[in-house]
Structures are given as structure tokens and as C-alpha cells.
């Protein structure tokens, strides 16, 4: 009785500690400003309002130019510390879009997150100026934040939203950005 009753709590908390995400895929539909976790049968378990980069229209091409990237990607690396809060790591650039930057001779850029927002507010201030938003406290820029495209190419969801999305991923995982 002593054996199968230590089997059974050894069961249930091993199997928590080792379960694996039920999310199989990140989708993005930038048009929409909307992200998607889905599992294994293809099923929405959650969605976010989602804000891109400050040129969203069309695939990233080239550092600097401000979209978000379209494509099959990875979200391959976590990062508990980043200056956003947290973030997740795309795959971008992946060999299609090198070789596209190549023959057009420019660097095709990377760095590109899902992340949350971000903890210093010193790296955008003329972004901020441009848009209104200068000089205000940041509390209120970080509530403004959500209705705007303001990244440059990475994908941003609110703090609260990156720490769930954050626990409920496994790295690797499928993400896939469409227009």
C-alpha cells in the first residue's frame, strides 16, 4: 500500500513538473493586430491584441525598415530579462529571407520578440515626441502603448499578457505571422 501510494504522488508531480505545453503554435494575423495560441487540433485556446512594428505593412526586408516580419518562424529562446518586460525570440531572418536581403544588398536585420513592453521609455523619446506622447509620465505612455504600432518589427503585447503567454510556452514553438 506504502509502494503504490508513493508511486501515485510521484506520478502527479512529476507529471506537472515535465507536462508539456498544450500550445502547439503561434499564429499572428498582423492586419487583424491579433495573436493566436492554438494546440495540437488546431483549436484558439487563447488570443491577444498584439502591436507590431511602426511600418506593419508587408514582410520585413531589411534592417531598420520598422515592419514585422511574415513567415513559418520559431519562437526559440525566452528571456527573463529583457528590456521589454519579457520576451520570446523569432527565428527571423530564417535562410529565405538572408538570401533575399543578399540580392538586394542589405542586412535583412533580426532581434525581432514577441515581447511585452518596454522598461525604459529613454530609447523611444523621439519616436514619443512624433506621436504626442512626450514628456508624459509613464504610466500613461504605457496606456497609450496598446493602440499604437510602435516597435520596431518585433511583435508587443501588454506586461500582463507576456507573463502569461511566457508560462504557457515551451521554446521551441511554431509561430507563424501572416498579413
Not at 29 to 37: I, N, P, V, W
Not at 150 to 169: F, H, K, Q, R
Request: charged share 25%.
Amino acid at each position: 500500500m506504502r509502494t503504490v501510494l508513493l508511486a501515485l504522488v510521484l506520478s502527479i508531480t512529476t507529471s506537472n513538473v515535465f507536462a508539456k505545453s498544450e500550445v502547439a503554435l503561434v499564429r499572428v494575423f498582423k492586419s487583424e493586430r491579433r495573436l493566436e495560441l492554438v494546440n495540437k487540433k488546431d483549436q484558439v485556446i487563447k488570443s491577444y491584441k498584439v502591436m507590431l512594428g511602426r511600418n506593419p505593412v508587408g514582410h520585413k526586408v531589411q534592417e531598420g525598415d520598422n515592419k514585422t516580419p511574415e513567415g513559418n518562424y520559431e519562437l526559440d529562446m525566452k528571456n527573463p530579462e529583457s528590456k521589454f518586460h519579457k520576451s520570446l525570440h523569432v527565428s527571423y531572418p530564417n535562410f529565405k529571407d538572408k538570401l533575399k536581403a543578399k540580392a538586394l544588398g542589405v542586412k535583412p536585420g533580426g532581434d525581432i520578440m514577441l515581447h511585452g513592453l518596454p522598461n525604459d521609455f529613454k530609447e523611444m523619446t523621439e519616436w514619443l515626441n512624433t506621436v504626442g506622447l512626450g514628456g508624459l509620465a509613464d504610466d500613461l505612455i504605457r496606456a497609450a502603448l496598446p493602440y499604437l504600432d510602435w516597435t520596431n518589427g518585433c511583435i508587443a503585447v501588454t506586461d500582463a499578457e507576456i507573463d502569461e503567454i511566457y508560462g504557457m510556452l515551451d521554446v521551441p514553438t511554431k509561430i507563424v505571422i501572416r498579413p
